[in-house]
């Protein structure tokens, strides 16, 4: 019988934890899949900067080819894919060793570690950094997903910094 200890816990809250960002993940592929056009049209509108007000200095940097809004939202979908995937095996890994060696356990952390780290790449750079900072996405009179890309990393990397600390043995 294996004894409940603190490091148990905190292994399975560890794994856990990945879990609900895997979760979140397919759910976001989910919509973006089958809603496909609103989610484009959605991207597209901030690329283009048609629903921002008060930035006419700053209107050059928009961009209206359909096809580079296509392949943004691509990459976009592309990065939640590998974030989802890589968090979906990274729980696996995690629950499979939850009761082995503490090095072998710090070993399985490995693929949600990626996928943490994919998932922050996406809500800071391809949000915050390039659709809010660059295309002016606050400025969007109903287009501004700031406030939904910051309560994802405000998850995201309090989670990864939890389970990279060395604190499971």
Request: with cysteine; glycine share 2%; proline share 1%.
């Amino acid at each position: 019988m294996i004894k409940f200890t603190t490091a148990c816990a905190i292994r399975r809250s560890k794994t856990l934890i990945v879990l609900m960002a895997a979760v979140f993940g397919m759910f976001t592929l989910i919509n973006n899949y089958t809603d496909y056009t609103a989610y484009y049209v959605y991207v597209g509108d901030i690329l283009s900067m048609t629903n921002t007000e008060g930035n006419e200095s700053r209107r050059y940097r928009a961009v209206t080819s359909k096809l580079f809004h296509h392949r943004f939202y691509w990459t976009i979908i592309t990065l939640e894919t590998i974030f989802t995937l890589c968090c979906l095996v990274g729980t696996y890994q995690l629950y499979r060793n939850i009761n082995a060696t503490h090095k072998e356990f710090r070993s399985a952390k490995k693929m949600a570690i990626v996928g943490l780290t994919t998932a922050i790449t996406i809500y800071y750079v391809m949000y915050i950094i390039i659709l809010n900072e660059w295309f002016d996405m606050e400025y969007s009179t109903n287009r501004n997903a700031f406030d939904w890309a910051r309560s994802n990393l405000e998850y995201m990397f309090p989670a990864l910094i939890y389970l990279s600390l060395d604190n499971d043995n």
